[in-house]
């Protein structure tokens, strides 16, 4: 009897082991998996945020090349290589008022900037400046 009682504690003794295992196990892993969908985010915030900074870095250059000649115009896009990558200038048009158009894509994360300028007496003056969805 007494060899039964004894038996019957290291089988508790086990199963309480393996449950609480089997809960340590359980929160390791959603805690790794909550990690790894973090960094992930992360990543594609970073590359959607280096997108919109090579837009941003096409549209200044196109302001610059407007600020030395307003006459100047695109129609066929140009890519402009930078130090993190590359944007194009997707167009300039207009005479009184030009628009320009801007992109980048970095890992499919695209982002657009549209920008309107007039030259009043010889200053480049941005009347309109807005990140858009499409052109």
Request: aromatic letters at 6%; one cysteine or more.
């Amino acid at each position: 009897m007494k060899g039964n009682i004894t038996r019957e504690r290291g089988l508790i003794a086990l199963i309480t082991v393996l449950i609480i295992s089997s809960v340590v196990l359980l929160t390791a892993l959603s805690t790794n998996l909550l990690g790894i969908s973090e960094a992930q985010m992360g990543l594609k915030k970073q590359k959607t945020s280096q997108a919109f900074y090579l837009a941003t870095a096409c549209a200044e250059d196109a302001l610059l090349r407007l600020q030395n000649n307003f006459t100047y115009t695109l129609t066929i896009p140009e890519t402009v290589v930078l130090n993190g990558g590359s944007c194009d200038i997707i167009s300039v048009t207009g005479t009184i008022q030009k628009e320009v158009r801007t992109e980048a894509a970095v890992d499919n994360k695209t982002r657009r900037i549209k920008i309107l300028v007039s030259s009043p007496a010889g200053h480049l003056v941005i009347d309109f400046w807005q990140e858009v969805a499409d052109f």
